[in-house]
């Protein structure tokens, strides 16, 4: 292959990894973390209860009439997913009122019929179905709902024995609604007294979804609302560009032509790691951030290890071709090694922890990749451009080796 | 340039045990300022239209009896806005939501920046999976660096790492200053940093001896600190440059993080030099069962 064959290739493998990494960030976008982008975030425990253990089973059953309940409360793009053996994870993005959202999301939901004393007559277990209306009569809020076979026969004897008497209906622990037993109920049932044909819905939706297996319990909740979110970012995001620019400028300042260099790679990096975390679906998190800052000051003195490599090489009087040949070379263990130890202390971390360190592991893999990338091959091909086109020079250029 | 890094080397290891001893003490005295994520509770941060004082907030939150002995109430760290912010035990999303309309009923344009509630059991299990995972990886790479360089350089790596983390927790109980799952975050950043700093050193060492050139092992990690030292150099004062713009700028959220990375950075780089390939000095005269078989 000619000299020319090879340069024309090299500068594809460029524009093709920067076309690559735009393309794939145009496609997908980033994910930006609740922490960033404002949102919910809760997570829940399911507790053992003297019935039932939690086991695989309880947590699909768990899993999915928490998903069906977040998308009857009409939020949009939840994200359900499981964390070890016992936990939920649900974020909500930009909820009017998280607390109650939280609330309705993380009850047991259990409807009983009670007596007048509390002894419980019936469960929730055989319910079919629960709509939320208006009373035709009294225009009232209430909820009309269905048993099943089983549950209307049972039902039917229960009311029979009780008519005239009030009879009460729990949520969980909250008390709904006393009425008097008019006449025996079979399959259809209605409760009142509810304030507003909201707050009638909401229970509707939970009876309907069905009552949990166990219990839940809350055991963190993060709401960041939309005004800090975008603040935080606005101002992050500021900060870390001015601190690129002066990474960039120390770098032109200490190594003038391959400074330039390396600020340039360091762009492609950035275009790179964008592009790598769009095309994973990978979510940003601040924590996600710090991982890329690590990786970000990893690449630089990768390009730092490299120059001044090649300055040594030039001070034992080796012509410039040669001394950025065997620099690059001698540099290469260094940042290997170093890049790899990293490596393994961020995949094991991963590999044990969840949420925020996780956040920050995932993405300090992404960024070690990239930026062994960058330094090893980025650099090295515009180093070489840079040569072939006798812009790059000895002394002149990497100062502080004699000449 | 001539400087016997490694002959001084009961000096470097003085200053830092200091340094270390004096963090300790703070440590065991005054222990750490424990946020909500490692002990539980809530902290909520509301914005309101106009200035609210703080009298005013605790009123309301003595009408909803959400008064405890632990709240505290204190003017939010946000600038241009009229914020407070509430820290106390962790309430449920009941007594929350009674809060936040208690306040609507008071004040005009009552909008929560952020909400976190944490019990006490994730926060220490996060703590311990961190520590478990960081055990794990250590010895991972003891073997990786045991390998490819000598156990002694596994063990003076790992001794450098340790004196960072002690240097910024020590320092963070000097100063204070309140920590959440960020300054994990920042520890582990350091942890990684400083293994990189002192692989690189001692990837310097490890090519030099092949060479023969000098006439015993202390010569030999004098020369190899010493022509690392112009990227040393170059590379703190880059990456500190670029820790220190976003320290000073960047959002109040990411401050408490910076500033763990900004003393961790110092810490690593000193570590590598004054502390890492010293102890390699160190071990071959003391621990014979680790010393290099052609030195």
Known sequence: ?403 | MNFDFVGNRKIWFTVSIVLIVVGILFLGIRGLNLGIDFQGGSLIEFKFDERVSLDEFRNVLAGVDLDDEGAVVQPSDQEDIYGIMLRTRALTPEESQELTAALRAEFAGVEQLRADTVWPTIGEELTWRALLALVVASLIIIVYISIRFEPKYAFAALLAVLHDVLIVVGFFALVFREINTPFVAGLLTIIGYSINDTIVIFDRIRENKKFKRHKDYKELLNASIIANLPRSINTSLTTLLCVTTIFLFGGVTIKTFMLTLLVGFFAGTYSSIFIASPFLLTIEEKIPALRSKEA
């Open chain 1, 1 to 403: 292959m000619g000299w020319k064959q090879k340069q024309i290739l090299k500068a594809i493998l460029v524009i093709f990894v920067i076309a690559i990494s735009v393309a794939s960030f145009w496609h997908s976008g980033i994910n930006l973390g609740l922490d960033l982008a404002g949102g919910t975030h809760v997570v829940l425990e399911a507790q053992d209860t003297g019935s039932r253990e939690v086991d695989a089973q309880t947590m699909t059953a768990l899993n999915r009439i928490i998903e069906r309940r977040v998308n009857q409360l009409g939020l949009s793009e939840p994200r359900i997913q499981r964390s070890g053996d016992r936990r939920l994870i649900v974020e909500l993005p930009a909820v009017d009122n998280p607390d109650r959202a939280i609330e309705v999301i993380g009850r047991t939901a259990q409807l009983t019929f009670r007596d007048d004393d509390g002894e419980v007559l019936m469960t929730g277990e055989h319910l079919v179905d629960a709509r939320s209306e208006y009373d035709q009569m009294y225009r009232n809020p209430v909820i009309n709902f269905q048993l099943d076979d089983v549950g209307a026969r049972r039902f039917q004897q229960i009311t029979q024995a009780m008519i005239g008497e009030p009879m009460q209906i729990y949520l969980d622990d909250e008390w709904l609604y006393t009425g008097t037993v008019e006449s025996a109920i079979s399959d259809r049932g209605q409760i009142r007294g509810f304030g507003s044909l909201e707050e009638a819905e909401e229970i509707a939706i939970l009876l309907r979804e069905g009552a949990l297996p166990v219990p839940l319990s809350i055991e963190e909740s993060r709401t960041v609302g939309p005004t800090l979110g975008q603040v935080s970012i606005d101002q992050s995001l500021r900060a870390g560009a001015l601190g690129l620019l002066f990474v960039g400028i120390a770098m032109v300042a200490l190594y003038k032509l391959p400074g330039l260099i390396a600020t340039l790679t360091l762009g492609i990096y950035g275009m790179l790691v964008i592009g790598l975390l769009a095309g994973l679906q990978a979510v940003l998190t601040l924590p996600g951030i710090a991982g890329l800052i690590l990786s970000i000051g990893m690449a630089v003195d990768a390009n730092i290890i490299i120059f001044e490599r090649i300055k040594e090489e030039l001070r034992f009087g080796k012509t410039l071709r040669a001394s950025v040949e065997s620099g690059f070379r001698r540099a290469m263990t260094a940042i290997i090694d170093a890049n790899i130890t990293t490596l393994i202390t961020a995949l094991i971390l991963a590999y044990f922890t969840v949420g925020t360190v996780r956040g920050f592991a995932v993405t300090l893999i992404i960024g070690i990749f990239a930026s062994m990338f960058c330094a090893l091959i980025i650099t090295r091909i515009l180093i070489d451009f840079a040569y072939d086109f006798k812009v790059l020079k000895g002394g002149h250029n990497f100062v502080g080796a004699r000449r």
